[in-house]
């Protein structure tokens, strides 16, 4: 799990706008790490990537490519979500995700 020393100003500016908000934020995700055993980091750093792909969602690709990185996902794996989603969220949708992944190296 991305610590807070890692995440990026806007979550700061945000949970300091929004403390409760950014309570209820670390409880979901301690509950996700409780609920999801049965993968290892980076598996699950992929499907979250896939999640926020397919809702179309740029700032979450952009963090969970992030962390997928982190989490030792190669280039490649992050890539084949990419071509994975083409066919379900189409080429316009896939060009802007590709372009939000490469983005997310920073």
């Given amino acids: 799990m991305e610590s807070k020393k890692e995440a990026p100003h806007a979550y700061h500016r945000f949970v300091e706008s929004f403390p409760k908000l950014g309570e209820c934020w670390e409880l979901m995700r301690a509950a ?3 609920a999801c055993t049965g993968q290892d980091d980076g598996t699950r750093r992929l499907l979250k990537l896939a999640i926020a792909v397919g809702a179309l969602r740029e700032g979450a690709v952009k963090s969970s490519a992030r962390k997928a990185r982190a989490a030792g996902v190669s280039e490649a794996d992050i890539e084949q979500v990419v ?3 083409a066919s379900t969220i189409g080429m316009p949708a896939s060009v802007a995700v590709h372009c939000w992944i490469h983005a997310s190296k920073g």
Avoid: D, K, S
């Fill in 32 to 34: 996700e790490a409780e």
């Fill in 83 to 85: 071509a994975l989603a």
